[in-house]
């Protein structure tokens, strides 16, 4: 069962229920289009959340950025007074027994990654969607201890009913004490893979990005706008 925060206007629920329509009634562009409007909307419904973060560093994974982070960074933009670096994380999920328990653990090591340097008073996480969690987790790992940020917001549009905690579980208490979370809906069934309603399976086949090995060749056009930006 799907449960909406008070945030989550008619406008946005018209949206998310886009994202979770099967692909045959909303193709890749559409998808596109929803995953942009919902990340706007999120920095606009939390922008009293950013208050006195001068410096904030936007945590993105490649398939997420051209779409949701980059409506979160219009969002952003229209609030004025925060100066936004970008991090890009590509991640290959992989799923291995355990060494000892034969018990599944999930995993998502960066393969490729763009980080914009300078120091920061805060983390933007933003994820299309918070589940098992171990690609918000790598992604985070790979930079929380470096930069030491005094906050570390993360924006989904949907969660896993519990999936916040066990995020915040997996880091010591230092760090998990600096984690906010921020969504729109919350859903607590499962199946298989893929959250019940969430947002209609795999991010970046919706997105039209193919497969895991596919969007992993794929060069967001954030990062290369970014790249071309003078330091």
């Not at 886009?18 to 920095?43: I, T």
């Not at 779409?67 to 799923?95: K, M, P, Q, T, Y």
């Not at 920061?120 to 996480?125: S, T």
């Not at 019940?196 to 794929?218: A, F, M, S």
Request: proline share 5%; with cysteine; aromatic share 8%.
């Amino acid at each position: 069962m799907r449960a909406f925060l008070p945030s989550a206007s008619n406008e946005v629920k018209t949206l998310l229920a886009q994202l979770a329509e099967p692909a045959d009634r909303v193709g890749p562009e559409a998808y596109r289009s929803a995953m942009g409007g919902v990340g706007e909307a999120l920095a606009g419904a939390y922008r009293d959340r950013l208050t006195g973060v001068g410096r904030l560093l936007l945590i993105c994974t490649n398939e997420d950025a051209d779409f949701l982070a980059r409506g979160v960074l219009r969002g952003l933009d229209a609030i004025g007074g925060v100066a936004v670096r970008v991090a890009c994380f590509w991640n290959e999920r992989e799923s291995i027994a355990g060494p000892t328990s034969g018990v599944r653990v999930e995993l998502a090591p960066v393969v490729r990654r763009y980080v914009e340097p300078g120091e920061v008073d805060a983390f933007l996480v933003v994820k299309s969607i918070i589940s098992s969690s171990c690609v918000v987790r790598t992604n985070i790992t790979e930079l929380v201890y470096e930069h030491a940020p005094a906050r570390v917001l993360v924006f989904a549009p949907v969660v896993l009913k519990g999936a916040d905690a066990k995020l915040a579980q997996e880091f010591e208490p230092a760090v998990a004490s600096r984690f906010e979370f921020y969504w729109y809906a919350e859903d607590d069934e499962k199946r298989g893979d893929d959250v019940v309603p969430g947002i209609g399976g795999q991010v970046y086949e919706r997105l039209g990005l193919g497969t895991q090995k596919d969007k992993n060749r794929y060069t967001p056009e954030l990062v290369c706008e970014r790249r071309r930006m003078p330091v």
